[in-house]
């Protein structure tokens, strides 16, 4: 097998096409040879001596070789996968990839290849790991995205109970969907040969939610004042953080005190002219859609989980954090609010998702506009932002 091995690492050198290649390696797969997938992606890393450019071809069986790995059942995979994770890959990339990288993209092909009996016989093996509490934590709840709930399962209860003592960052998540998160699973990405058609069915399937909005109400503008709280502003940002950091993207977050409690209207773009925002300024025409939280709490986990046109994503685990960070500041709850609380407190809320052609919005892939009337109508926070490749 060295020598299979070599020959391939060989053939990579200024290669154009390594759809050979990836058909050995799903040979090898296919065959139960993952110790001599792991001797590959080793002397892949190891024999890679050419810089830019020239060292696509050596990435991309590396990625092949990790994907596999992922997204095929078995403990023996797994193993091989974590073992991969405690190395750098340093000479197989083009641009450097952060440790927190590899592990929220690992975790992501982990929760799309792998059982729910596969993850929890990880965390039962590695949960007092140190090098494995990450990997664990994000593959976790990258299956509680998908729709797995493990709120039932000891493992993973005990699991969760140790990251919340450990001040975890994901300590606080649940370990189940909550209201707001239905749609959760058709945010998520897909990774094999069959993904294409997977997500077409999807989409052809429509919605997971076909909750039932009112008609917007056409009322009077209401008199406003701007709250001056910078920390709060900053709270509403965190879900799109990827499209401003690193990328080219713009926000605009914004809290509204009402002279008076809005009636029971639908907030509509009657509401939304009433407001000073600066994505707004200028436009003649603006569009607007009454919707859900779980409508909310969809864009802002797409935003965060993905990234902007020039920035990586928080993945799914941290991914949902944000956006639970954002929603609770739309929502008015507290910054430390369990997601669980804000969830009922966003049920309470009246929202619209907003746009407008102009000078502010890039109207290409990625825009946002959240218009979050807060409980008993007194108030309303504003997030909006765009990005652009």
Request: proline content about 5%; hydrophobic content about 45%; charged content about 20%.
């Given at each position: ?47 890679c001596d050419v810089e830019g450019a020239a060292r696509w071809p050596y990435e991309a069986l590396a990625d092949h070789v990790e994907e596999v790995l992922a997204l095929t059942p078995g403990s023996d995979h797994i193993d091989a996968l974590l073992a ?296 309303a926070a504003v997030l909006a932002a765009t990005d652009t490749d």
């Open positions: 097998m060295t020598n299979a091995i070599d020959t391939l690492v060989a053939g990579l050198r200024g290669a154009s096409d390594v759809n050979e290649a990836y058909a050995a390696v799903d040979q090898w797969n296919r065959d139960g040879k993952t110790r001599d997938l792991l001797d590959l992606a080793a002397a892949i890393e190891r024999g991969l994770l405690a190395k750098e890959r340093v000479r197989s990339v083009q641009r450097s990839r952060p440790s927190e990288l590899r592990v929220r993209a690992f975790a992501s092909r982990l929760g799309h290849g792998q059982t729910k009996e596969a993850l929890l016989t990880a965390i039962a093996r590695g949960a007092d790991r140190a090098d494995q509490q990450e990997i664990l934590a994000c593959w976790m709840h990258e299956t509680v995205l998908r729709g797995t709930s493990l709120d039932r399962e000891e493992g993973a209860i005990a699991f969760a109970a140790r990251l919340a003592e450990r001040g975890h960052p994901l300590g606080s998540m649940p370990l189940t969907l909550l209201g707001a998160e239905t749609e959760a699973p058709t945010y998520m990405p897909m990774y094999g040969a069959n993904a294409i058609h997977k997500a077409v069915a999807r989409l052809e399937s429509g919605p997971a939610s076909a909750r039932t909005i009112p008609p917007p109400g056409h009322e009077e503008a209401p008199r406003v004042t701007r709250v001056d709280d910078a920390a709060h502003e900053q709270r509403l940002l965190e879900a799109v953080v990827p499209w401003t950091t690193g990328s080219n993207g713009t926000a605009e977050a914004k809290i509204f005190r009402f002279e008076a409690p809005i009636g029971a209207a639908a907030p509509g773009k009657w509401l939304l002219r009433a407001l000073p925002l600066e994505c707004l300024k200028g436009s003649g025409s603006l569009r607007a859609e009454v919707v859900g939280p779980e409508a909310v709490w969809g864009a802002l986990f797409a935003a965060a989980s993905n990234g902007g046109a020039y920035s990586t994503g928080l993945g799914g685990a941290y991914g949902r954090r944000a956006a639970w960070a954002s929603l609770a500041a739309l929502v008015d709850a507290p910054g430390d609010a369990a997601p669980a609380r804000v969830d009922a407190s966003a049920s309470a809320c009246r929202f619209s998702m907003f746009g407008a052609p102009g000078d502010w919005f890039n109207d290409i892939a990625w825009d946002i506009g959240i218009l979050a009337v807060r409980a008993g109508g007194g108030s």
